[in-house]
């Protein structure tokens, strides 16, 4: 076994710095030093969820760049020094239909997720990126391209492949119509994309608050969700709306701004949700989900970032500060996403 330091829940709200263990590097591993991971809502929803007797330890993480230091003796594709980003699945079946179509974020028996997920060979649970080494299988990890500051590139890896699935499986390209709601991690990141992708877009926000971030984004207007005014003369204007909301919250205000044959793409708060069958009859609108990518997907969206110069607006902290990073995220007050340098656990 090899030892490295990290952050373990010990609360909802508690993290302590501890010593982990990551396995030998099987042939086909690379172990990374992390040395930026990203801080999701994700994290927040599972340090809420987690059970403190339960058997497993937490920590959180999936949006993480490092550096190889040392590779598995049959690792073609990186060498030790090379910077890399992983993302939040490290492993999946390899063999189901899915998999075969490049799809290993729908894999059949469930892709193996980068924390709190269940490693396919020894049935560990995976402990996630806020630490200072990871372990992942060299088909898991991508190469980090040249020019993509690796502090703001880290968020890319789960919030940006989340909402660059949909907006690619969903055709958006110049002429269309998008609108983004909800402007945190996911969020802004998904304007940035959508308007590299010549997309016309929007952003759906609470208030007005974000107005010139959303300008500055890129994006040609701002809707405030509360006021009906302005949801009523939205109504029936976007092709594709791509719904980060964190919370669980009415899907029905969202559809009505849906054009005829476009599609509600909730990749935000995920569980139950109710719709009236009308709301999707009328204009023959479509509801869709979508989360994390595939393996092509994921390299494809780190080539058109590097392309475009896209990268998260990040407030970067050292990892002894990820409490207030997660209290200020609870908060929504980060613009826009908080990454954690984990160099202050060497
Ligand atoms: P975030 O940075 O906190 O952003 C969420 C945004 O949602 C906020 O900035 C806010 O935007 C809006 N919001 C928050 N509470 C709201 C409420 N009560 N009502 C309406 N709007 C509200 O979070 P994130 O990291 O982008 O993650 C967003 C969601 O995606 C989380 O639930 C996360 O677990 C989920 N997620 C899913 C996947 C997947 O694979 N599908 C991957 C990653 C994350 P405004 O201030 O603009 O209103
Ligand atoms: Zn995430």
């Given at each position: 076994m090899r030892t490295t330091t990290g952050w373990q829940a010990a609360g909802p709200a508690t993290l302590r710095r501890t010593s982990l263990e990551r396995r030998d590097l099987r042939p086909d591993d690379l172990a990374v030093r992390v040395d930026y991971c990203g801080v999701c809502h994700t994290d927040l929803h599972a340090l809420g969820a987690h059970?403190?007797?339960?058997?497993s330890p937490l920590v959180p993480g999936h949006e993480f760049t490092g550096t190889v230091t040392a590779t598995g003796p049959?690792?073609?594709a990186f060498s030790v020094g090379d910077g890399v980003a992983v993302g939040n699945i490290i492993d999946s079946?390899?063999?189901c239909a899915m998999c075969e179509a490049g799809q290993e974020n729908f894999c059949h028996s469930f892709p193996t997720l980068t924390y709190g997920g269940t490693d396919r060979h020894d049935g560990t649970t995976t402990l996630g990126g806020y630490s200072r080494e990871y372990v992942v299988r060299e088909a898991f990890a991508y190469a980090l391209p040249a020019g993509l500051d690796p502090a703001a590139a880290a968020p890319l890896m789960c919030a940006g492949v989340t909402v660059w699935e949909p907006l690619h499986a969903l055709g958006v390209g110049p002429g269309s119509r998008v609108a983004v709601a909800g402007l945190g991690g996911l969020g802004h990141l998904a304007v940035k994309m959508a308007v590299a992708l010549g997309a016309t877009t929007t952003v759906i926000s609470r208030?007005?608050?974000k107005r010139d971030d959303a300008r500055r984004l890129g994006a040609h207007a701002l809707v405030e969700s509360t006021d009906s005014r302005q949801m009523d003369a939205a109504?029936?204007?976007?092709?594709v709306i791509i719904d980060t909301v964190s919370a669980p919250h009415d899907l029905a205000p969202y559809l009505k701004l849906v054009a005829m044959d476009g599609t509600l793409s909730i990749v935000g708060h995920l569980g139950p949700v109710g719709i009236e069958a009308m709301d999707l009859l009328v204009g023959r609108k479509k509801l869709s989900s979508a989360g994390s990518g595939g393996r092509p997907a994921t390299a494809e969206m780190l080539r058109f970032c590097a392309a475009h110069g896209i990268v998260a607006d990040v407030e970067v902290l050292p990892s002894a500060q990820v409490e207030t990073a997660l209290d200020r995220l609870g908060r929504n007050d980060v613009r826009y996403r908080f990454v954690l340098d984990m160099s202050d656990l060497d």
């Open positions: 059970d403190q007797d339960a058997k049959e690792v073609t079946c390899g063999a208030t007005g608050d109504r029936d204007t976007f092709d």
